[in-house]
């Protein structure tokens, strides 16, 4: 019984973990809380960027030569940028993706990726609003410089006679000069290689203190409705900060206590609060900056660390939203220190771009942990061996409802050992529960010495009470592990299996109401219900009132598993049936064989002197007697009662009379004639124990 409470205990933890806290609930930022006040940013213009709130300066002078004592240019304060006509190139593309470029300071408007390798389902990763590394001139208070690029910003394409580059080049007022050039390899999948070169055309020198790159943006997935899940959840901004914590604020997760980890962060679309933004973060080495949905991720990593960096975020929504279908999103930016420029100097920086899936074995392929974008949680240490083996599996079996049945398969045949003796150990409780009743009978009044005693009847039985723990608690590590690990995976994104038409998805075979009819749940808690039919817990009467309660609590197991898991993807549901599967095929094995032990000795005193005396008692059980004796209501263990059996079987045999059965129904009395011939069949059995007893 201990072990059920411990187990149920575990798994609403489990169930806590699983959820995010933090979607329930706007995040407030402790250290810049007036951050999200109405105005504290500025408000937006017809782009999307922010301007700044700040009052017009009647001498407004626009930044070109660096001014007297290297202070910063006066702002320019103009009406919002209008981003004049736009053209779209599609250039760079190979078999995995096909990016869009945009004049509009020569970003990335769009990345199609196409269904290729593990990705089974093509998707087009859209930047509405500001297109991917759009670029930008601003201060140190991320005020932007209005009339330093381009109004509309049309940046010029560059004929080029290697197709795997394309160059962008504007020039402005013969000041500055800005070039933006994107190649790929030829064996790259979903990295595109970036540089912005920017100089100074003038005789004198420039001074602008930031230049701030746009991450993308990332929108909801379409997904079936999950009161557990929302696929708002999964949008967010990161960043990993190579560098220590800056002193300033809350300003990398090793100071901000946070369990995604010490050095990457990411905040959620739920955290950022009413006004819909946060206070820019400041790393003192940046390593890399992403914007991500469920399934899909733009990473851009400097070739070099950046010192000094920030990272800005704030939440949107996808144009064709309505008030009845809102689609929304997060979208991001990194603030790099750019400084003097003198006459006819050039500066480089050069960037890593990966637009694609959020594929762990893609990822681990990329320097730097990348791979950290797949949020694996605090059991990251379960969840990346795990999403390695599932995919070396589909290579095998070419199916990916296959390899998680067989990863399932594989991780219980490797905790056998384990699970077996800790159902032996149960097994050995459940046998031993009369004598145990006895004991705690003979000294209800004295705890201590029920203690003593307890401990005692352990060792010289050679039971360790706890040891049917064991499984439930490795359980689940490795169920949460499989949960981070299937959650996110984009290799199931599309992969349909038996009547499932995406495994990262509910296995709906039908919509009643727009409540999505899922089967594969249902299978599962019909495997839980089965499993737990195995292992009844034994009612016989020396049980207290209590521990029969909690008895039947623990028969609404499964139906709680239903409730919990009906929403979630198809890929967790089947791993967790299989799990049920192979865990009903270890108990049967183990129930056949035989226990180490045929008899034992317990030792129970009979005297007030402490003294013990050995009685040897059978221990174990044919599961038929056990049955049996369970039918008649008698005690689990020791010798057959005759008088108890006699009495029993009179009153349960009292509902079968020839009269009571005359008054059933057809249906009725056959079931009630197949009960009677079941306690007749037991009665028998048991009489015949009692006989050869006395």
């Known amino acids: 019984?201990?072990?059920?409470?411990?187990?149920?205990?575990?798994?609403?933890?489990?169930?806590?973990?699983?959820?995010?806290?933090?979607?329930?609930?706007?995040?407030?930022?402790?250290?810049?809380?007036g951050a999200n006040e109405p105005g504290a940013f500025g408000d937006s213009n017809q782009s999307g960027r922010l301007i700044p709130s700040v009052e017009p300066n009647p001498n407004e002078i626009k930044p070109r030569n660096i001014l007297e004592g290297n202070s910063s240019p006066a702002l320019s304060i103009t009406p919002p940028i209008s981003l004049g006509a736009e053209k779209l190139r599609n250039a760079l593309g190979n078999e995995y993706s096909s990016p869009v470029f945009s004049n509009h300071t020569g970003g990335i408007r769009e990345v199609r990726l196409k269904k290729q390798g593990r990705l089974s389902k093509d998707y087009n990763m859209t930047n509405e609003g500001e297109p991917l590394l759009s670029l930008s001139l601003e201060d140190d208070n991320g005020r932007e410089y209005k009339k330093v690029l381009p109004d509309?910003?049309?940046?010029?394409?560059?004929p080029q006679t290697d197709p795997m580059k394309i160059l962008y080049r504007w020039e402005g007022d013969g000041e500055m000069q800005i070039e933006r050039e994107y190649f790929r390899e030829a064996n790259s999948s979903y990295v595109i290689h970036h540089e912005t070169r920017i100089t100074n055309l003038t005789s004198g020198p420039l001074f602008y203190e930031r230049m701030k790159f746009h991450l993308g943006a990332a929108y909801q997935i379409p997904r079936l409705y999950n009161p557990f899940d929302s696929s708002e959840t999964y949008l967010n901004v990161g960043y990993y900060n190579a560098g220590a914590p800056l002193a300033e604020g809350c300003s990398c997760a090793e100071c901000s206590g946070r369990i995604d980890g010490e050095e990457e962060e990411f905040f959620q679309y739920n955290e950022m609060g009413v006004a819909g933004q946060w206070e820019a973060r400041t790393l003192s080495q940046a390593r890399w900056a992403c914007v991500n949905n469920q399934f899909f991720v733009n990473i851009v990593r400097p070739e070099t660390d950046l010192v000094n960096a920030r990272i800005s975020w704030r939440i949107n929504k996808r144009s064709v939203s309505t008030s009845e279908n809102e689609v929304k999103g997060v979208e991001g930016s990194l603030s790099i220190p750019l400084g003097r420029l003198e006459p006819g100097e050039t500066k480089n920086f050069s960037f890593q771009v990966y637009a694609g899936p959020k594929d762990y074995v893609g990822l681990s392929e990329l320097e730097f942990e990348q791979k950290k974008v797949m949020q694996f949680g605090v059991f990251w240490w379960l969840s990346e061996p795990f999403s390695w083996l599932l995919n070396k599996l589909?290579?095998?079996?070419?199916?990916?409802?296959?390899?998680?049945?067989?990863?399932?398969?594989?991780?219980?045949?490797?905790?056998?050992?384990?699970?077996?003796?800790?159902?032996?150990?149960?097994?050995?409780?459940?046998?031993?529960?009369?004598?145990?009743?006895?004991?705690?009978?003979?000294?209800?009044?004295?705890?201590?010495?029920?203690?003593?005693?307890?401990?005692?009847f352990y060792k010289e039985n050679k039971v360790n009470p706890f040891a049917g723990c064991w499984p439930i608690l490795i359980q689940i590590p490795i169920f949460l592990s499989m949960f981070w690990m299937l959650r996110s995976a984009a290799e199931l994104y599309g992969q349909g299996f038996l009547w499932a038409n995406d495994l990262s998805e509910q296995d709906s075979v039908s919509v009643l109401q727009g409540f999505s009819i899922n089967l594969l749940p249902i299978l599962m808690v019909a495997t839980q219900w089965f499993q737990m039919k195995l292992n009844p817990m034994q009612m016989g009467p020396e049980m207290s009132e209590a521990q029969r309660i909690n008895a039947k609590m623990m028969r609404f197991m499964p139906f709680m598993f239903l409730?919990?898991?009906?929403?979630f993807s198809s890929a967790l549901v089947l791993y967790w049936t299989i799990q049920n599967l192979m865990t009903i095929l270890q108990t049967l094995i183990t129930k056949r064989g035989p226990l180490p032990n045929d008899e034992v000795k317990l030792a129970i005193s009979?005297?007030?002197?402490?003294?013990?005396?050995?009685?040897?008692?059978?221990?174990?059980?044919?599961?038929?007697?056990?049955?049996?004796r369970n039918l008649l209501g008698l005690r689990a263990r020791g010798p057959v009662d005759g008088k108890l059996l006699e009495r029993n079987y009179g009153e349960r045999m009292g509902n079968y009379t020839s009269t009571k059965l005359e008054g059933m129904s057809e249906g009725k009395r056959e079931q009630a004639l197949k009960k009677k011939k079941r306690l007749e069949v037991a009665y028998e059995f048991l009489r015949e124990q009692a006989d050869k007893q006395t």
Do not use: C
Not at 3 to 18: D, E, H, K, R, S
Not at 152 to 158: G, I, K
Not at 563 to 567: K, N, P, V
């Open 1 to 33: 019984m201990k072990n059920y409470i411990i187990g149920t205990i575990l798994l609403l933890v489990a169930g806590f973990l699983m959820l995010d806290p933090l979607q329930w609930q706007p995040r407030v930022d402790p250290i810049n809380s």
């Open 152 to 158: 509309p910003r049309a940046f010029r394409l560059v």
């Open 394 to 456: 589909h290579s095998f079996l070419g199916s990916y409802g296959l390899a998680i049945i067989a990863l399932t398969i594989l991780v219980k045949l490797l905790l056998w050992p384990l699970t077996a003796k800790a159902t032996r150990s149960q097994k050995k409780m459940q046998a031993l529960q009369g004598p145990m009743g006895k004991l705690k009978e003979k000294h209800k009044g004295n705890p201590q010495k029920l203690n003593q005693e307890m401990m005692k």
């Open 563 to 567: 409730i919990f898991l009906y929403f």
């Open 606 to 628: 009979d005297s007030s002197d402490e003294e013990s005396e050995d009685r040897p008692v059978r221990m174990e059980l044919s599961d038929e007697e056990r049955k049996y």
